[in-house]
């Protein structure tokens, strides 16, 4: 299974900030300073976005191709993917994600609402209520 890593959506305040980055793109690039070590493990995992405290959508990682600058991109798929909402707190950069630990996908129709709070999130899910 390919590996993951989280990144939080940084300037997005709601779920329509961060899909809005995806319109009208024909490709994603974030750009980071340095290649993750485990990179090629990464190709065919996921980016997950955390907002509000929380991973609420994922982008498959296409590559990690280096810009003129030396900085490195990590190309993502255009297509923001759903996922059911999973407590992660905020952090600088990006993290890898092990499989295992990543939240499902949204099922076609299902709706989680707007990401609740990471907090409220890990209640919930210690009641076992999500």
């Not at 980071?32 to 976005?49: A, D, F, I, N, Q």
């Not at 929380?54 to 798929?77: C, K, M, N, T, Y």
């Amino acid at each position: 299974m390919p590996l993951n890593m989280t990144k939080i959506a940084y300037g997005a305040k709601s779920w329509d900030d961060l899909a809005g980055w995806y319109q009208g793109q024909g490709e994603m690039k974030l750009t980071t300073r340095y290649l993750p070590k485990r990179h090629e493990e990464m190709v065919g995992g996921s980016l997950y976005w955390i907002l509000n405290h929380a991973l609420v959508a994922r982008s498959r990682i296409i590559g990690f191709p280096q810009a003129a600058d030396g900085r490195w991109h990590i190309e993502l798929e255009p297509r923001l993917i759903r996922v059911m909402p999973l407590p992660k707190r905020a952090h600088q950069g990006w993290r890898y994600l092990e499989d295992e630990n990543a939240p499902r996908d949204l099922a076609e129709g299902e709706e989680a609402g707007e990401a609740m709070p990471g907090s409220l999130a890990g209640k919930l899910r210690n009641l076992g209520l999500v």
